[in-house]
């Protein structure tokens, strides 16, 4: 529990247990745990693995360091749905506490990298000075937070899927609302748009990407 968000000792035990989950420490790991306590604090959630653990959800913005430490700390996974990546490459986060509806969104404040040298000056490697000041620079040093409101649809919530429908192009079905529907047909999204991967005999997918075919995606 994050009782004591302010003491030293449950900082260090929250950054020991980040630090084995995400395999070494650096600074992402530090500002993750710290965000996250930071985070919790100011929506109210004092138990996230706990008593809490279906009244949060977090939203992420980058996949580094620091998103390993929020999942730590928080207890939030994509498995869970209570952890959502948004690729936006910023060093941000939103915790929102489902049950009352507060929301923060926390980002790391690009000034904090030079500062840190203001707290250890004689550490002359640049990550291992920032990963040292960030332990005990102050929250306004090292983070903006903003109260944000977020709506959650049904589909993105956690729980049992609220649909299954079949592609019409793959064949393979799609779950929470994330199919495309184009003219006449449902298709996923690899389909509709084209996939990642391709198939052995290199064709992406059944279905053409739907720039090519005529029909506007809706």
């Known amino acids: ?6 003491s030293s000792l449950d900082f260090k035990s929250l950054l020991d247990e980040s630090v084995k989950t995400h ?14 306590i930071l985070g919790l604090r100011k929506i109210g959630i004092e138990d996230p693995k706990g ?5 949060l959800m977090v939203f992420v913005e980058i996949d580094r360091c620091a998103t390993d430490a929020i999942q730590s700390v928080t207890g939030c996974s994509l498995g869970k749905r209570t952890l959502k990546f948004l690729d936006y490459g910023k060093m941000a986060a939103t915790f929102v506490n489902l049950k ?8 790391a404040k690009e000034e ?14 640049e990550h291992q000075c920032q990963t040292e000041a960030y332990k005990i620079m102050p929250e306004d040093e090292l983070f903006e937070c903003k109260e944000v409101r977020v709506k959650i649809p049904a589909e993105d919530m956690p729980g049992r899927p609220i649909k299954r429908i079949r592609c019409d192009g793959c064949g393979e079905y799609v779950q929470d609302k994330r199919e495309i529907h184009v003219k006449d047909k449902v298709l996923c999204k ?24 005529v029909g506007k995606v809706q």
């Not at 395999?23 to 996250?36: A, E, I, Y």
């Not at 990298?113 to 002359?124: D, K, M, V």
């Open 190 to 213: 690899s389909c509709a748009y084209g996939a990642y991967y391709k198939m052995q005999d290199n064709r992406y997918v059944k279905c053409k990407p739907a720039s090519k075919r």
């Open 23 to 36: 395999g070494h420490l650096c600074p992402g790991q530090v500002l993750g745990v710290r965000m996250s």
């Open 51 to 55: 008593k809490d653990r279906k009244n």
């Open 100 to 107: 009352t509806g507060k929301a923060i969104r926390i980002v």
């Open 112 to 125: 904090s990298r030079g500062l840190a040298r203001n707290y250890f000056s004689h550490i002359e490697d």
């Open 1 to 6: 529990m994050l009782r004591k968000q302010g």
